[in-house]
């Protein structure tokens, strides 16, 4: 049946602030909120000239709608690259002051004369207001107190305007020190001066604002979330009629208040990954609507399996969907009603079987003036289904909403909005504890999915940086090294729509967490509401994508981290999950992560049941079936440091969704931010971009225990050559020991832990510095991703050492398949010298069903290898669908690198354009481990880090991710292994 929600709300409330849900749009059209008289765009690229100017006017630049003031600071040359050297430190003040953005526009004549006009905000980073037509110096919110090296709280009273450029202005104030001049707009071309002058006591001392009246005000608009739109009715909206008006938009700092203060992205404060740069800025578009009759602010559509959790595999030819679409509109019921008008809905789904289409028309008394929802039933039959990487393909269906206001057999206007969807089921099954196998798991069409991922981190502080291509890059690279999801990390943002868009089309599952992290906040009315309406619009945007597969409460904030069990309920789950599942059913939802299961609320596949979400366990943090571990601190000292490769030290666990190990970034990634002095791992611009010293001194000491002599001899220097060679060993020893973390998860599914996922921490760089991640700022591939591609291949052979590889007596060799088919081949084995002979060991057999895989019996070193210290084991993996195809490969080193007896080695790199490509030429004079190689521009090889025998040449394509061709000597190449290098 046809449902409706309405909302009150009347279009006459002066100064209303209409809190419509969060937002991280893109400004994409089909997402836009959409009036029947059309929309006006305020920012920069639609020729809207903003300025940012700050407390006292002493910086006046030009700005960029969206951005962030840093780099309208940037641009105007006001700071330097922020990420240069320690200027996240010295440019603290950026953050700490109050910041007010100021543009004129002509609004055009036929959308103010429309009835209604509404400012839509879609994103405002963060304390803000807004005045239409009422120039502002600035405005702080009473939460927040200027910081101490500011100006006192003085006033200033729009005085008077004078004609003339800039230079009118300083000469009006240049003897009055009472008296501040600046213009808005373009400084040299500008004509008209406003002239601001101190007028202490002009405003009420308590109520916290500082801005300058004039004589006309139309109105003036609050923000205090960066998570959402805000939709603000303009009541005085036909004075914008052929006139030239302007906006401003003042925001506060919180640069020195904790970050759970206020909706923002955590990671702006800092973290050991992270600088603390605090931004402040229209981050997302901001745009008028106009309506005479109506406007449609969102569509919500959401999908359901029937049955909710499908027993079986479903298929493209047995499968049935309920599709629910949500269409929010904004009407004015009044015109409706006087002018004879009803309202025809039409719906059209892209698929041809079950019931694709709704057509239905109302009369205007069916409405309310306000806010309304139409609840619109369909159904989808024998679609094509989305699934995950590796599963198969990611079919998108389209879904057109037409809104017609109709008099009679006449349309009158009408407005149209699409969306996209894709159709699968999606579980998320969790067992009692003492099971053994698994417990924790999630099932997409039916199947069981071994998760393999990480955990994303917004790729940049400053998100104007972060262009399609860049989004796309990163994505693809997840694609390629054979992920199949990540983890949206609780402390940074929602991302924008385009992020999504990708993940469905790459078949990339999102891990969904509410944004909070590591912190206790604020249960006051005010913020529980704000984190509804947060909660209730993301869910509303990102329902329609297939790729979110879980909306999950928080990052590790446990009912008794910090909270009571009854604070802790009301906020993350009154507050913020409850408003998440009274839009969307149709996907699990996760108490926190990492979790006990729920105690009541869902059904046995994770979906909400309309019942109270309680938490099974709430007194235990530290859940035993789903972890967040770390050994990495075990190099703290050389004293307590251990080698990272032994299975035994890492736990049984049905799900991993968070581990890490830190690396370098490469040479190439951080020389455009440091200096030549810095060209060390202990030296302090290093230390300055880890945020702590600690971790590098872990990284220092993994290094040596690791790989000892084959790292002193430049480890201690800063000249450039040993400072790559110890990047490189840094690289390598975070892939190790990260990878045979990974490794471990991987043979977990066929040990009684019945492992079913693993998610590393953390994808990619936000700056350019040592980090935890596979991909460095701007992209590049470490060492890590290319290990990680090959540990997350569909199938693949691994192995360990047991007891320890610093006592190698015996091999467990493994294969593992997340084919949907059964999957049977051959296992090679050989044993190779250092010295690059060869013997032949066995031949193994694998016959596996489908998303299985087998743990072979013990293979023991001393009938195959007298001196461990020179010798190392080679598993080479073969399909009898192709048996002259090598489908993996899997080295077993025998002992630590430090004990290995290998010879120095000199690489040879040589280049040849070929195509758009260049080909490298890659030749070591002896056996080379790990033969890594790196780039001046971002881009990719088609083969890394990889064994290199004495004399063989490979050839190994490179292409940028940018997609530009290259000719030979637009970049240099250069190559590392553990004993040699190209330099």
Wanted: glycine share 6%; charged share 15%; hydrophobic share 35%.
């Amino acid at each position: 049946t046809l449902t409706r929600t309405m909302l009150s709300h009347s279009l006459q409330l002066k100064l209303a602030v209409l809190l419509l849900h969060v937002l991280f749009s893109n400004g994409m059209a089909s997402l836009e909120v959409q009036g029947d008289c059309g929309t006006f765009s305020l920012s920069s690229n639609k020729g809207v000239q903003w300025n940012a100017v700050n407390h006292n006017a002493s910086i006046f630049v030009p700005a960029s709608v969206p951005g962030q003031i840093h780099m309208d600071l940037l641009a105007a040359g006001v700071i330097e690259e922020p990420y240069e050297g320690n200027n996240t430190q010295t440019q603290a003040w950026v953050g700490r002051e109050p910041w007010t953005f100021f543009a004129t526009f002509s609004y055009p004549v036929a959308q103010a004369n429309c009835q209604n006009v509404a400012l839509v905000a879609e994103g405002l980073d963060t304390i803000a207001n807004i005045w239409m037509n009422q120039p502002v110096l600035r405005n702080y919110s009473q939460d927040f107190s200027y910081h101490q090296n500011m100006l006192p709280s003085d006033r200033l009273n729009f005085t008077r305007s004078i004609p003339g450029p800039i230079s009118s202005c300083m000469r009006e104030c240049a003897y009055d020190l009472s008296c501040v001049g600046f213009t808005v707009g373009n400084p040299d071309t500008e004509s008209m001066c406003w002239i601001y002058e101190q007028v202490p006591g002009l405003m009420n001392s308590t109520d916290g604002d500082f801005y300058a009246k004039t004589h006309s005000s139309v109105s003036q608009y609050q923000a205090n979330n960066m998570f959402r739109r805000f939709i603000y009715p303009i009541n005085q909206h036909k004075d914008l009629s052929g006139a030239t008006n302007n906006i401003t938009v003042s925001f506060a700092p919180v640069y020195d208040k904790p970050w759970s203060s206020t909706r923002k992205d955590a990671s702006n404060w800092g973290y050991d990954w992270a600088p603390k740069v605090v931004t402040q800025g229209i981050w997302r578009p901001l745009y008028f609507i106009s309506y005479n009759y109506i406007s449609i602010t969102d569509v919500v559509v959401t999908s359901l399996s029937i049955p909710s959790n499908p027993t079986v595999q479903l298929t493209n030819d047995k499968n049935v969907f309920d599709v629910t679409i949500g269409v929010y509109l904004l009407l004015d019921n009044q015109k409706l009603e006087s002018d004879g008008c009803s309202v025809r809905v039409h719906v059209q789904g892209g698929w041809d079987t079950g019931a694709n289409s709704f057509d239905k028309t109302y009369p205007a008394s069916f409405f309310q003036d306000g806010y309304n929802n139409l609840s619109i039933p369909l159904r989808a039959e024998n679609v094509n289904l989305w699934w995950p990487n590796g599963y198969g393909a990611q079919p998108m269906y389209n879904i057109n909403v037409t809104v017609n206001v109709v008099k009679g057999e006449n349309t009158v206007v009408g407005l149209s909005k699409n969306s996209q969807t894709g159709f699968r089921s999606v579980n998320l099954i969790a067992l009692d504890p003492t099971t053994q196998g698994k417990k924790q798991y999630y099932k997409v069409n039916g199947v069981p999915i071994y998760v393999k991922g990480a955990d994303w981190v917004p790729i940049d502080q400053f998100p104007s940086r972060i262009s399609y291509n860049r989004l796309n890059n990163s994505l693809q690279s997840v694609k390629d090294a054979n992920m199949n999801i990540l983890r949206i990390w609780g402390g940074g943002i929602y991302e924008k729509e385009e992020f999504y868009n990708l993940a469905d089309e790459l078949g990339i599952m999102i891990h969904q967490e509410g944004q909070f992290s590591d912190a206790t906040y604020p249960s006051d009315p005010e913020m529980l509401a704000n984190v509804a309406q947060e909660a209730k619009y993301q869910a509303m945007r990102l329902s329609r994508h297939p790729s979110v597969i879980v909306w999950v409460g928080n990052n590790e904030i446990c009912p008794t981290c910090g909270y009571n069990v009854s604070a802790w309920t009301k906020f993350f789950l009154r507050g913020f999950l409850d408003n998440v599942v009274s839009v969307d059913k149709s996907r699990p939802v996760w108490p926190l992560c990492p979790s006990y299961a729920w105690g009541s609320g869902v059904d046995q596949g994770g979906l909400p049941t309309g019942e109270l979400l309680q938490v099974g366990n709430p007194a235990d943090s530290h859940p035993p079936w789903e972890t967040h571990y770390y050994r990495f601190g075990d190099c703290a000292t050389m004293a307590t440091c251990r080698n990272c490769v032994d299975d035994a030290i890492y736990p049984q666990t049905s799900y991993a969704s968070e581990f890490g190990w830190i690396g370098m970034s490469s040479f190439d990634t951080l020389k455009p931010y440091i200096t030549p002095k810095d060209y060390n791992i202990m030296s302090p611009g290093i230390q300055f971009r880890e945020n702590t010293i600690v971790h590098q001194v872990k990284v220092l000491n993994s290094v040596l225990y690791h790989f000892g002599d084959y790292a002193t001899p430049f480890i201690y220097n800063n000249d450039e050559s040993s400072f790559k060679r110890t990047i490189y060993m840094s690289q390598l020893q975070h892939a190790l020991c990260l990878g045979a973390e990974a490794r471990h998860y991987r043979r977990g599914r066929e040990t009684i832990a019945g492992t079913m996922g693993s998610m590393y921490w953390m994808l990619e760089s936000n700056w350019p510095a040592p980090s935890w991640t596979s991909l460095e700022y701007g992209g590049r591939w470490k060492l890590l991703h290319y290990e990680i591609a090959r540990i997350y291949a569909p199938l693949v052979v691994d192995s360990y050492c047991m007891p320890s590889i610093e006592n190698c007596q015996q091999i467990i060799a493994h294969v593992g398949s997340d084919s949907l088919a059964v999957s049977n081949g051959t296992v090679n084995i050989q044993v190779m010298n250092f010295d690059g002979t060869v013997k032949h060991v066995a031949n193994w057999t694998y016959n596996l069903d489908p998303l299985a895989g087998i743990i072979y019996d013990p293979l023991n070193t001393s009938e195959f290898c007298s001196d461990l210290a020179k010798c190392f084991v080679i598993f080479t993996l073969y399909s009898v669908h192709a048996p002259n195809e090598v489908i993996s490969t899997h080295y077993q080193w025998l002992t630590l690198w430090k004990s290995a007896n290998i010879s120095k080695t000199q690489i040879s790199v040589t280049e040849e354009a070929v195509g758009d490509s260049i080909i490298l030429h890659v030749t070591s004079s002896s056996l080379a481990p790990y033969v890594m190689l790196y780039s001046s521009i971002v881009g990719r090889f088609s083969m890394n880090a990889f064994l290199a025998l004495a004399g063989v040449t490979y050839d190994i394509e490179f292409t940028t991710s940018s997609g530009e061709p290259l000719k030979s000597g637009d970049a240099e190449f250069y190559a590392v292994s553990i004993n040699g290098a190209s330099f």
